[in-house]
């Protein structure tokens, strides 16, 4: 009996060479990728997500090419590619003689519905398959938190940590404690020198010219002739192996500063090889892991691991889970019915608020901004304006090299927007400008006064936070992390009361000015 002619289908986040399907060369085997307007035309991405993304999945399309694979790979500029998954895959069957379709599991909603669609209308048998990236499958944090209202990443951590015996001590946390986020809050001091970040020279002015003359929207800046970011398996293993060695003895200590001095500071800049499965999360930790068995100078202690492996084993693999537990109705949550429009300056960096101004523009610059930044200033100032949480989440999915929607949307709606009404956060993360002055050197560089309130150069985010508190007062002052700020607002004197609200509404009335 003939074999088969089997076609599987590669997406631009699925670049696993460590993937079961790729151990053995098949001749009636065809993998197929493609850059198509399907993907780069859903969200206005950042120009440096578009080219990395195609240049990283044209790296993996040459190695699997190396390995003795049959490939088709659709360019944009192809004249037969359809630019869409179905009429594609259609066509390439038809070309190939296929007798049976193949792909693997998509990590986004709207891919995992499409492609289940796709399959199923066409005439030959289809099998979805794993990704073989996560370390827990996409229904762990439904099975685990199945029927609470409340998902509390802690309680998830700790099992995982049990389950793969990491960091632990004879069935008890290494250190003595599950979790060092106190040890984790320092300002940068400048006491350590900040190593300059690992960066590449890869020369993308082939695909930057194709985007560009295909006229697809995109924001953000590029150096064609040097772009930074890793775009195969090898690039990701030296920027890991950087990581490990220089930033990872600091990453804890510095992990929440912001300053002006650096766009990464000890940030391992990772994610994007992460998310493009160029690497492996248990390889990421098992690296972090060994770093203080020698071969980095200093060595990292329990501290600064401890937090880093919180992020990886933690927060991403319940991110995910979260994700498949409530799509796709958490796209439409909006917990404070927010209305107001996005600045126009997310879009520029044009404004006169310096931390803004500087978050804005590293965005724009890098296609980067670490946790913090994304939390703290831009997805702080967008909560405290009442911005709709839908349009702050598009902006987040395009500007970022690492946004793909299954960490981003979670992080967005639920971490930075509290859109979800507390099913990720168990409070809204917003802040005044006393966290910014106490976090980042932002504040020396700025038109407005961090500790004026009210007043012309008063900071935005003093006024805003308490009329931000105030116009939500019964959806929040029972919750127990934030009722303490309705005590201390009970206790100011009426007339500071009204001219706080006063300087919020004519800085929300004239927002795109600030």
């Known amino acids: 009996m003939a074999q088969d ?251 929440d500063a912001m300053t002006t001095e650096s766009w990464s500071l000890f940030h391992s800049r990772l994610s994007f090889a992460l998310n493009t499965k160029m690497l492996h999360p248990m390889e990421v930790i098992d690296a972090a892991l060994q770093s203080t068995s020698g071969g980095a100078k200093p060595r990292a202690g329990i501290e600064q691991i401890e937090g880093f492996v919180r992020q990886i084993l933690g927060w991403r693999e319940f991110m995910r889970g979260i994700y498949w537990y409530h799509m796709p109705e958490y796209e439409n949550m909006n917990f404070f019915n927010h209305k107001t429009a996005l600045p126009d300056y997310y879009w520029t960096g044009k404004t006169r608020m310096a931390c803004m101004r500087a978050a804005i523009t590293q965005s724009l610059e890098q296609a980067y901004a670490h946790h913090i930044q994304r939390l703290m200033v831009t997805g702080n100032f967008s909560l405290l304006a009442g911005v709709n949480p839908a349009r702050v989440e598009r902006w987040y999915l395009g500007i970022y090299i690492d946004a793909v929607q299954w960490v981003e949307i979670v992080n967005t709606l639920g971490m930075s927007q509290f859109a979800d009404g507390g099913i990720v956060a168990t409070k809204p993360y917003i802040s005044s400008a006393n966290y910014l002055h106490k976090m980042s050197d932002y504040c020396e560089h700025c038109y407005y006064r961090h500790a004026g309130k009210t007043g012309e150069r008063s900071c935005p985010f003093n006024s805003l936070y308490w009329d931000f508190l105030v116009r939500h007062q019964t959806l929040l002052e029972k919750n127990p992390r934030i009722g303490m700020m309705y005590r201390t607002w009970n206790r100011m004197k009426p007339d500071n009361q009204q001219s706080l609200l006063h300087q919020a509404q004519v800085y929300r009335t004239h927002l795109n000015d600030l």
Not at 112 to 138: G, M, N, V, W, Y
Not at 167 to 181: C, I, R, S
Request: hydrophobic content about 35%.
């Open 5 to 255: 002619n089997i076609l599987r289908l590669v997406l631009g986040d699925q670049l696993n060479s460590h993937h079961s399907w790729f151990r053995r060369v098949d001749p009636k085997v065809t993998y197929l990728l493609m850059e198509i307007r399907q993907e780069t035309d859903y969200v206005r991405h950042h120009i440096q997500k578009v080219v990395g993304f195609f240049t990283a999945m044209r790296s993996f399309a040459g190695w699997l090419s190396e390995c003795g694979h049959r490939v088709r790979y659709l360019r944009l500029d192809d004249e037969n590619n359809r630019q869409n998954f179905e009429d594609n895959i259609r066509q390439i069957i038809k070309e190939e003689q296929i007798s049976r379709f193949e792909y693997l599991l998509p990590d986004e909603y709207r891919l995992d519905t499409a492609l289940e669609a796709i399959a199923s209308k066409l005439q030959i048998p289809s099998e979805a398959r794993d990704t073989e990236h996560f370390i827990c499958d996409r229904n762990v944090v439904k099975k685990m938190f199945h029927g609470k209202k409340r998902f509390l990443m802690e309680s998830f951590y700790r099992n995982m940590r049990r389950k793969h015996d990491i960091l632990m001590d004879k069935g008890t946390p290494a250190g003595g404690k599950w979790n060092f986020d106190q040890s984790n809050r320092n300002r940068y001091d400048g006491s350590v020198p900040i190593p300059f970040p690992k960066v590449f020279a890869n020369n993308v002015t082939p695909i930057v010219q194709m985007v560009e003359h295909a006229g697809i929207d995109t924001i953000g800046k590029i150096q064609p002739n040097h772009f930074i970011w890793p775009v195969n398996r090898k690039q990701a293993c030296l920027m890991l192996d950087e990581f490990v060695r220089f930033r990872l003895p600091y990453f804890g200590t510095y992990q």
